[in-house]
Each structure stands twice: as structure tokens, then as C-alpha cells.
């Protein structure tokens, strides 16, 4: 089956073709680094490295580039409030960022480009926007004219007349049109600036796209991915500034995720409407919040639930019963033998691993459907577990070895799993402070103080430790 992917442009599912054989270029709009991020930020990093994943999977080298916004009104306002500079409010929110990715097994980025990293390049396509006639010079600041580009308003599928009567030009602006956009601010009073062809300033929010997608993806961008909140007016921008610079389509596929809710409400900064991933990792398992992330189809919208992630605790653990029984089964066996060997109940049992391994691809090949793809893996552990129980046969041992390998694969595809496949360390051989935190905690639990116990556990686990209670005790995995 060839990959289909809904582009949101076209409104349709699209059968994918890269611009390059072999090769997706691909870009997704990351963090302004204003603060903490919350959860609906890593909802949409976690969907784009599915996505990529499994473009890797398919074979395809994959270009990823993840930028940060490290300059912008709620930055600078920030910095203000604490008498610091920008940089310093900047350089804190994107060590966050990392920490938490790293936890919830977010790839790094090919590339992970920086706005103030790339104002020469911000001057330099504002100034071809001007000499083509799109954009102009006014007070100090420029703007994009939207009138120039009629196809603006085409991805959100908007009404441009009905977005102008709605809009109204802000005090100190000084717009043609209260649509135009800025595509470099002047500087205030106390505000970081960068010299220019306009005088002091800083670019606006979209340009920086538009620049760092080209410059490292090229003029034709193969995936374009972000929140369907970034839709309007930020990728609609994007595609007026890049294609009025270029003279060429900008993207061919855009993916947008669904937004993760509260009571009907986005995520959000802005309305203190959200949860911060560093309070919901001390709650629950990185494993167990990628998983609830991708328990549903990324383009649909979710609700934040800790129902919802305590079944998604729960699964995972059956996914972890189930590795237990297997290893507990094989012990010291080394998988050996050709699997096109294999009689009787021992082919049946493979050629139903195959079966759900295939279903697996169909339903990523579906417009990357994690959420039918996760249902296979559990498919694949159920007959394990049917198998497992079953009388032995001659390949009983390589079968359920090379199916859990198989699950273990599979997982990865989707970044799941990453805490049940580590081999178990003993005590003994733990780094010291890893061992000492190890015994507080098992103090802990015995003294029922869950809160500290669930501490350490999440401490652990940004350590790359993780911990696995079973009724012999625990056992830790790297």
C-alpha cells in the first residue's frame, strides 16, 4: 500500500511523492521559549517524530527541522518582569524543552535553528519581498500587503473580506490594511534590535519560518507540520511571504495535529488554560504520556484526561507483563534458527505475527495512523501471550523470542516502549547515586509515602533509569 497523507491545503488525502527520491524534507513550527512547556506543546512534537519515524522506517532519509522562536513580545516582557536579558529567558526555556523531549524519547532535530541566528537572512528576503512589491516600509516597521497575494486566506480556507471586517489596526501601527502582517517590528524603548535597512528592529513572528524552512529544506518544502492552531494566520503567512519570495509552491503536504483540550478549551499560555509536562511527568511514566499521545489519530482533537492516562498506564504495563512473561520464559536463550523452517503450530503462531505486522504498516501508511498501529502491537502481544501459554513446540522458544523483538520494533517505530527493553541492572552495579536514590525510594514505599516514591521515580527517570515494581521487588532498566 503507497503512504497517503491529509494535506490540509488540498483538504484531501494525498498519495506521497517527495520532491527528492529517497529524501523528505521535513519542518515543524517548535516552541516560542517564553516559559514551561505544557503538554499541548509536546502533543504536537510527539506527532511530528511519529511521523517521521515512520518515514525513516519506510526507508526515506529524512531532513527534520524543529526552530525555536528565542525573540518576541512575551519573551522581552518576560525578561523586563525579571530584570534579565531576553537571552537568559531564551536559553532557560529551551533546556526545558530538551529535558522534557528527551524524556518522552522526542528525537532531536536534524537541524533545531534559531530566529536570532538568522537575521541576516530575515533582512535579506524582507528586502526581496519590498523590490517585488509585496511588502513596504512604514515608521520604522514592515509589512507584508496582504492584497498583493490573492491567495491568501487558502490553507484556513478564511474569507479575506470577512477577516477585514473583523481586523482593526493598532495604535502605532501603520498599515495599509489592518490584514498586512509585520515582517520586521522597530525597536522600542529597552527592547533587544538588530541594525537593518529600516533602522533598529527585530523581525516578526512568521518570517523566521519562511527563512529556516527554505534555507534548509529548500524552496519546495516536502512536509510542513504543526498545530492546527498555527494554521491562521501563522502557516497562511508563511506560505504569502515564502512563495511571493520564491515564485514557487512552498509546501506540498501540510499536517496539522488536533489540539489537546480542557473542558472544550485549548491548551494555552495566554488563558493559564494548560499543564505544565514537568507537573504530569511527576505524575505519570514518560512511557505512559507518549502512549496516551498517541492513542489517538493525531489529526483528532483530545481531551487532557488523567482517566485517560491512567488506562494508558495501565496498558503499558500489560505491554510490560507481557515482556516479563517472555523473558522469564527464555531466560538465557539466544534466538537461533531460520523462522522459514518453521511446522505447524510454530508457523501458524509466526504467520499471525506477520499478519498484524502487516496490518501495523497499513494503518501508518493511512495518513500515519498511531492509533490503528498501536491496536497491532497489542494484537501481536495478545497471541504472544496466547502462544506463550500454549504446549511447547520445537520453535516455541525462537518464535516468542523473535515476536517480542518484533513488538519491540514496532514500538520503536513509534517511539514507544523505550523503558521495557532495557536490560535489568542489578543493584550493585548502579552508579552510586543512582543506587542511593533507588533505596530512599523503596524506603519510601514502605512507609507509604507515595508522593516521594513517585519523586524519585520521575528523577530516575529523566536520569534514564527506569523502574519496574514486581512482587520479587524492583527492577531498574537503563
Known sequence: MDLVVYDTFDAKKKKFVPVREGHVGMYMCGMTVQDRPHVGHMLAFVCGDMIRRYLEYKGFEVTYIQNFTDVDDKIIARANAEGVDYRVIAERYTKEYFKYADMLNIKRASVHPKATDHIKEIIEMIEALISKGFAYEAGGDVYYEIAKFPRYGMLSKKNIDELKAGARVEVGEHKRSPLDFALWKAAKEGEPYWESPWGKGRPGWSIECSVMSTKYLGE??????????????????????????????????????????????????????????????????????????????????????????????????????????????????????????????????????????????????????????????????????????????????????????????????????????????????????????????????????????DTIRTQLASMGYHLEDRPEGTVVRK
Open 220 to 453: 519546495t518544502v516536502d512536509i510542513h507540520g504543526g498545530g492546527e492552531d498555527l494554521i491562521f494566520p501563522h502557516h497562511e503567512n508563511e506560505i504569502a511571504q515564502s512563495e511571493a519570495a520564491t515564485g514557487k509552491k512552498f509546501v506540498n503536504y501540510w499536517t496539522h495535529n488536533g489540539l489537546l483540550n480542557l473542558v472544550g478549551e485549548k491548551m494555552s499560555k495566554s488563558t493559564g488554560h494548560f499543564f505544565a509536562i514537568e507537573d504530569i511527568v511527576k505524575e505519570f511514566e514518560p512511557d505512559v504520556v507518549r502512549f496516551y499521545l498517541l492513542s489517538s489519530h493525531y489529526r483528532s482533537p483530545m481531551e487532557f484526561s488523567r482517566e485517560r492516562l491512567a488506562e494508558s498506564r495501565a496498558a503499558v504495563g500489560r505491554m510490560a507483563n507481557t515482556f516479563r512473561s517472555v523473558e522469564a520464559y527464555l531466560g538465557d536463550y539466544k534466538p537461533k534458527g531460520s523462522l522459514d523452517e518453521l511446522t505447524g503450530k510454530d508457523a501458524e503462531f509466526w504467520k499471525k505475527v506477520q499478519e498484524r505486522e502487516g496490518l501495523f504498516r497499513k494503518a501508518m501508511d493511512d495518513d500515519f495512523n498511531s492509533a490503528g498501529a498501536i491496536a497491532q502491537i497489542f494484537e501481536i502481544a495478545r497471541e504472544v501471550n496466547l502462544f506463550l501459554s500454549a504446549p511447547e513446540t520445537p520453535g516455541k522458544k525462537l518464535t516468542l523470542a523473535r515476536a517480542l523483538e518484533k513488538i519491540k520494533e514496532l514500538g520503536e517505530v513509534l517511539g514507544l516502549f523505550k523503558s521495557l527493553g532495557g536490560e535489568i541492572i542489578r543493584l550493585e552495579d548502579l552508579p552510586q547515586e543512582v543506587r542511593q536514590l533507588v533505596e530512599e525510594r523503596a524506603k519510601a514505599r514502605k512507609a507509604k509515602d507515595w508522593a516521594t516514591a
